[in-house]
């Protein structure tokens, strides 16, 4: 057996890759079936290396030629914060995600309360027609706090006809603990 786990750890060191059972506390994402007033939730990786049983961590979202995809990030000791990833047309996005105005987010199912939150990075990548903005924002709220988060976000799409405004888009993600292995690669 001794010669074994040696063989296993010599291995795993020249091919440059770690495996290692651990356990991740993360906010796993909540799916969400399309309705008539909703689309369908995409469960969506944010990393291609990492946790196993846990890999996929965020939601994604597709409104006619726009996405929408939220990563939270769990950290125990620091606020929560998430990323948010939205790409449509340079033309139906020019102004229509300024991020303060168009999502509120609730925290453990309390949605009478709106949590502020700030933006503490942007980045933008236009590529042809295409416009893609990762917005990365904290909420004054320790993670270790928080059971359940809600993120809804005001599509940019413009009204129906009737006048309507769409529906928002809504991201639910819950508090899980899930045993899993790690895995890590120096190609990674």
């Known amino acids: 057996m001794k010669k074994w786990l040696n063989a296993l750890l010599m291995a795993s060191s020249l091919t440059g890759c770690v495996v290692y059972p651990t356990e991740r506390v993360y906010l796993q994402p909540i799916i969400h079936t399309a309705t008539s007033n909703t689309v369908t939730s995409e469960l969506v990786a944010s990393q291609s290396c990492g946790y196993h049983a846990a890999k996929y961590d965020g939601l994604k979202q597709t409104l006619s030629d726009s996405t929408m995809t939220v990563y939270p990030s769990y950290v125990e000791d620091e606020p929560l914060s998430f990323t948010l990833v ?8 020019a102004d229509a995600l300024q991020m303060k105005e168009n999502i509120r987010v609730v925290i453990n199912d309390d949605k009478s309360s709106v949590y502020p939150f700030a933006v503490v990075q942007i980045f ?21 706090n928080v059971r359940s988060l809600g993120i809804y976000v005001k599509p940019f799409m413009q009204m129906d006809t009737s006048g309507a405004e769409p529906p928002e888009i809504e991201f639910n993600f819950e508090k899980a603990t899930v045993s899993d292995i790690y895995y890590g690669s120096i190609n990674c």
Request: glycine share 4%.
């Open 86 to 93: 939205a790409r449509s047309s340079v033309a139906d996005s």
């Open 124 to 144: 933008e990548r236009r590529q042809g027609e295409v416009i893609s903005r990762w917005y990365k924002a904290e909420i004054e709220v320790p993670a270790k």
